[in-house]
């Protein structure tokens, strides 16, 4: 299955926090991309990092990428409420055309 | 740049009505547009590949007839439900890929989605 696990679920931290997500998969991948969903909303493209690429970086947010484990991070640093949404990170399906979301992390930051 | 727009954001209608969703993209040409599902608290359900000027490709257990797809244009899919009954409700999410460049290193632009209530 091309469809990345996210863990854990659910988050809860405070404004200021750093919150950190995985996602783990099986099948052998060209890229991973995160994306983020507003409660109700459609999904905004976050970040994607090639099976090349060890890191990368974008403003408050860091991805890893570890191939030989077959699971990624996602790092948001210094929480802020507006950062409470679901993250989904998101693989390409096996004809190469769609992408297939895992189930995401319910993140939650208070103030 | 790179916007999709999804067309209605919320309708509620009868059993047994049709209901057409408009999927737009209103500065890049996509000649490939993706139906997803979500069901409450749940990931996102691929449904459908639309191509345009050919047939869709569902996926597995995705009813063809049920939930019919065009892709007319470089800029438009729509997704209509037939003959809604209340188990269709849900949040349908359109999702496009700029048609240029090979798919894999590009991310998918999605809508807001439509909010389907079958009553």
């Known amino acids: 299955s091309q469809q990345g696990e996210e863990d854990p679920q659910a988050l809860s931290i405070q404004e200021g926090e750093n919150a950190t997500m995985n996602c783990s998969y099986k099948?052998?991948?060209?890229?991973l991309q995160w994306y983020r969903q507003n409660s109700g909303r459609g999904l905004v493209h976050l970040i994607l990092?090639?099976?090349?690429?060890r890191e990368k970086h974008s403003g408050r947010l860091r991805v890893t990428l570890d191939t030989s484990k077959k699971s990624s991070s996602l790092l948001i640093t210094a929480s802020r409420a507006a950062d409470t949404a679901s993250y989904f990170c998101?693989?390409?399906?096996?004809?190469?055309?769609?992408?297939?979301f895992g189930k995401g992390t319910t993140l939650s930051v208070s103030s | 740049g790179a916007v999709v727009s999804q067309h209605p954001s919320w309708v509620i209608c009868k059993s047994g009505t049709s209901v057409k969703i408009e999927c737009r993209s209103l500065?890049?040409?996509?000649?490939?547009m993706f139906w997803y599902r979500q069901f409450p608290k749940q990931s996102l359900m691929l449904m459908a590949t639309?191509?345009?000027?050919?047939?869709?490709?569902?996926e597995q257990g995705v009813e063809k007839d049920k939930f019919l797809i065009n892709h007319a244009s470089l800029t438009l899919s729509t997704l209509t439900v037939t003959s809604a009954h209340p188990e269709d409700s849900s949040f349908y999410i359109c999702?496009?890929?700029?048609?240029?460049?090979?798919?894999?290193?590009?991310?998918?632009?999605f809508g807001d989605g439509t909010r389907l209530s079958i009553l």
């Open positions: 999702s496009a890929r700029d048609g240029q460049g090979p798919a894999g290193g590009q991310p998918q632009h």
């Open positions: 099948t052998s991948i060209n890229n």
């Open positions: 990092i090639r099976s090349n690429e």
């Open positions: 998101a693989l390409r399906n096996q004809a190469g055309t769609a992408l297939i």
């Open positions: 500065d890049f040409q996509a000649t490939t």
């Open positions: 639309s191509n345009e000027g050919s047939k869709a490709t569902y």
